[in-house]
T-cell receptor, first 113, second 113 residues
């Protein structure tokens, strides 16, 4: 069974629009960690954020914000006032006690100038 | 400040050839892993290692071998390349605790013809 689901395959927005990338995860562990990575067109994987299962506080970093809700098993990522440089593939990932990372299939975001 | 280094960046193989993808990290990380990235499928775990001398299979291990003789190095061997192994390969390392992010290499784009 897919442990991390990113239902949005591709999203296009016009510059300065807000956009939310969805992530739904599945785990039986009570302790787990969630991550978001960005993969720009150059191909490298860039770590964005880590959140543990005991901390449901939302986090804001500049134009980025993350909403973690255990009740719905979701860890959504919002970009406010999107910019062309935000165009990339974004991956949500889950890490359980076994130290393995389970990645979603990614959401390709295109920001149109 | 090298981080995770993968070589080569690009490779073309003929069906049936063998080769080794190299991965080295200089962060003294215990945990290392190999992923393949295919369109629409995200990153899938091939093999991983929780320390020198210890390796285990991930989600898609068939056709690949690994060994971990040192903490720093984690090579991935393709025994007899097949077109289905055409992919982008990423090596990752982390401290080996579930709350730490994985650091990725730049990726190797492999084409099997």
């Amino acid at each position: 069974a897919q442990k991390v689901t990113q239902a949005q395959t591709e999203i296009s927005v016009v510059e300065k629009e807000d956009v939310t990338l969805d992530c739904v995860y599945e785990t039986r562990d009570t302790t787990y960690y969630l991550f978001w990575y960005k993969q720009p067109p150059s191909g490298e994987l860039v770590f964005l954020i880590r959140r543990n299962s005991f901390d449901e506080q939302n986090e804001i970093s500049g134009r980025y914000s993350w909403n973690f809700q255990k009740s719905t098993s979701s860890f959504n990522f919002t970009i406010t006032a999107s910019q062309v440089v935000d165009s990339a593939v974004y991956f949500c990932a889950l890490s359980e006690a076994g130290n393995q990372f389970y990645f979603g299939t990614g959401t390709s975001l295109t920001v149109i100038p | 400040n090298a981080g995770v280094t993968q070589t080569p960046k690009f490779q073309v193989l003929k069906t049936g050839q063998s080769m080794t993808l190299q991965c080295a990290q200089d962060m003294n990380h215990e945990y290392m892993s190999w992923y393949r990235q295919d369109p629409g499928m995200g990153l899938r775990l091939i093999h991983y290692s929780v320390g020198a001398g210890i390796t285990d299979q991930g989600e898609v291990p068939n056709g690949y071998n690994v060994s971990r003789s040192t903490t720093e190095d984690f090579p991935l061997r393709l025994l007899s390349a097949a077109p289905s192994q055409t992919s982008v390969y990423f090596c990752a390392s982390s401290y080996g605790q579930e709350d730490t992010e994985a650091f990725f290499g730049q990726g190797t784009r492999l084409t099997v013809v």
